[in-house]
């Protein structure tokens, strides 16, 4: 239910910020024409396109300050402040656009009108709200009553979130400890056995459940006595801690399944990203089959052996697939490893040298141009792959992980990825390496897939290294 009153409000607020901008723009076009004794005018179209950007890229900004979040805001002041940060981007960006097009029947003063009288109306609106929540909504006689009953510290903690949270109207009656001896008659009505009481004598409507420690309580006892008397349940699950693990809830044929995600992936996430890696693996081939025989002459000339270099890599989960490069060292460089492995440069389960006697002339250039990594987009377009990831670790390096090393492997290895862009030739440490590709995995979005192509382009062209 709270999520249903989040989404209706959110909704409402950003119809209602985007008709403030709508009335702005129309009064700072009057108060202007006002202002020159009506000789000036503005053409329509540019007129419309201007206030379309405001709306949009004004909803859009306050979405990010978090004003459209389930949270309300913690004081008018702080209100305030997030709507003049989210309008001041939009308004630069609209003055940008009006000086590089050169647009001279556009007036300062109407963009000054404009800017501020979007302010003003919105500030005058979310105050409003604000007011009536305040003032009306939490006090109103059908608000939503609601006991806490639990653990001390999580009771204490659900509370918090509680009184902070958006909706039309709630009020937490109390809450009631599991054990009797952390009853406190400053801040909790009594013990759980005492809710059937509790409910006579308080008006409740829902009582949410969040116990965590007591796991041989008999909860069942409890939440049919809540609905024998037709009170609203919520059951906070015994495996969330405030850290904040990834819980949700997920159904299949009407079964409820609790999951809790290792990354920040979702259905939309993955399928967006299979589509890049699509478009970029067959752009990829093309490049790849155009190169071919240039590469391949070049490297056949200079050192005898196959164009070709396949190894098998460990991809996604230990599903294990053939990883294709233009080979850039000498026949025997497997064989040649073991005598180097002193030489490592990576403290953990990865190798790098320097200057590795392995590498041919021809594989020197290749490598620092990134060529021999293009036959990989046969490896992207199979599926094996993805353009942005973790970097594919042989099987030899995976039996050397320790188990936190293995959440690198539980997505898709890349031709690129945070690490590669990251000042990799600097870092020496193996758990660094893991640490960027966690990072990259937990806090993915798919804007960053595209940030981290932008900047591997970039780095490429510096002849930066291999990728």
């Known amino acids: 239910m709270l999520q249903q009153e989040v989404y209706i409000i959110t909704s409402l607020l950003m119809v209602l910020d985007a008709l403030c901008v709508v009335a702005a723009g129309y009064m700072a076009y009057f108060l202007k ?16 396109i201007s206030v379309f950007i405001v709306m949009v890229g004004n909803n859009y900004t306050m979405g990010k300050l978090k004003l459209y979040s389930d949270k309300r805001p913690d004081s008018y002041v702080a209100l305030y402040l997030a709507i003049f940060k989210a309008l001041l981007p939009v308004f630069g960006v609209l003055t940008f656009g009006i000086f590089s097009f050169q647009l001279k029947d556009y007036s300062r003063y109407f963009i000054l009108y404009f800017a501020g009288l979007s302010f003003i109306f919105i500030v005058a609106q979310r105050s409003l709200i604000q007011f009536f929540f305040d003032q009306f909504a939490y006090r109103r006689l059908n608000r939503h009553h609601i006991l806490v009953v639990g653990d001390l510290q999580v009771g204490e903690y659900m509370i918090s979130l509680l009184r902070s949270q958006l909706s039309w109207g709630h009020e937490i009656v109390g809450h009631l400890s599991v054990d009797r001896r952390e009853v406190n008659p400053c801040n909790s009505l009594g013990c759980i056995d005492d809710l059937a009481e509790i409910i006579k004598q308080h008006t409740i409507d829902e009582v949410i459940f969040a116990i965590c420690r007591h796991r041989n309580l008999e909860l069942s006892t409890h939440i049919e006595t809540c609905k024998k008397m037709g009170v609203f349940i919520r059951i906070l699950p015994t495996l969330w801690c405030t850290e904040g693990a990834r819980l949700s809830v997920d159904i299949c044929q009407k079964v409820p399944f609790l999951t809790i995600g290792a990354n920040n992936f979702n259905a939309t996430g993955i399928l967006y990203k299979r589509l890049l890696d699509i478009a970029g693996g067959l752009f990829g081939c093309v490049f790849f089959f155009l190169i071919y025989p240039v590469v391949a002459a070049a490297i056949r000339l200079d050192t005898p052996g196959p164009v070709i270099f396949k190894q098998q890599r460990m991809g996604q989960h230990g599903r294990r697939f053939d990883l294709y490069k233009f080979r850039s060292m000498y026949a025997d ?16 389960a990865m190798f790098k040298m320097k200057d590795d006697p392995r590498i041919t002339r021809v594989g020197r250039w290749l490598r620092k141009t990134s060529i021999d990594e293009v036959p990989q987009f046969l490896n992207v377009l199979k599926g094996e792959m993805s353009l942005v990831g973790t970097r594919p670790p042989t099987c030899k390096e995976v039996e050397s992980y320790r188990d936190e090393h293995l959440k690198r492997i539980s997505l898709k290895p890349g031709l690129t990825g945070l690490w590669q862009v990251s000042g990799r030739n600097k870092i020496t440490d193996f758990d660094q390496v893991v640490g960027l590709d966690c990072a990259y995995m937990e806090n993915w979005r798919f804007i960053d897939d595209l940030k981290i192509l932008g900047k591997t382009i970039w780095v490429v062209l510096q002849r930066k290294g291999a990728i």
Do not use: K, P
């Open 333 to 348: 460089a497997e064989q040649r490893l073991r005598e180097l492995q002193a030489h490592n440069e990576m403290n953990g």
């Open 33 to 48: 024409r006002i202002q020159s004794e009506w000789l000036w005018s503005m053409d329509m179209y540019i007129f419309t």
